[in-house]
């Protein structure tokens, strides 16, 4: 190691956000100007621009799927979208409640998770777009989650989390024991890996 930079990206923005892709060909950086730059990293060219209007404009998380086909971009404007790097266009677009702070894809590519200001995890379908599931902590902090949505957290707290369910009629909220009672589904805080 030398200590100095093997490559040098330019964007036209400020970045706050960067990701690289699991096949280790591309970096991915977002910032103020509401554009996601994708860049081939042995190249250090920009391959792709994927851009949606919005205020604020800031593009805050973003994370490429686990076959580095589709990136999902948050963002401060309380929406995260899905996009398909091949096409170069959006699949979803959805409402995150809050500003958004992280993203993360299932190892499946099945599930993506958001991480928000509203102190919330919200597990969304990648091929509906719809939430499966919501966790909100008012006042102690979650220790893990699994994309299955299994949690293993400090004592005391399930009376403070609820989940948030997305219907064809729209959203219905739910204490933990409500829920697993109403889907027949356990929480299996061994299922959580640390």
């Known amino acids: 190691m030398t200590g100095k930079p093997s490559r040098i990206f330019q964007t036209e923005h400020d970045v706050q956000t960067i990701a690289l892709s ?9 910032g103020s100007d509401d554009v996601v730059r994708i860049f081939n990293l042995t190249s250090g060219k920009l391959q792709i621009k994927l851009e949606l209007i919005g205020s604020p404009r800031n593009v805050t998380a973003l994370a490429f799927s686990p076959d580095s086909t589709m990136i999902a971009s948050g963002r401060s404007n309380h929406t995260m979208q899905i996009w398909n790097l091949k096409t170069e266009k959006q699949i979803h677009s959805v409402q995150a409640m809050a500003p958004v702070q992280s993203v993360a894809w299932s190892n499946d590519g099945k599930t993506i998770m958001t991480a928000t200001l509203d102190r919330s995890l919200r597990s969304w379908d990648v091929s509906t777009g719809l939430v499966k599931a919501t966790l909100i902590n008012d006042g102690k902090q979650i220790t893990a989650i699994a ?48």
């Not at 293993?152 to 219905?172: C, F, H, N, W």
């Open 22 to 30: 699991p096949d280790g060909r591309m970096v991915a950086s977002g």
């Open 147 to 194: 994309a299955e949505g299994h949690y293993r957290a400090p004592a005391g707290i399930e009376s403070e989390l609820l989940y948030v369910v997305q219907t064809d009629k729209g959203q219905e909220t739910y204490e933990p024991k409500a829920f697993a009672a109403k889907f027949a589904w356990r929480n299996n805080p061994v299922a959580v890996k640390p």
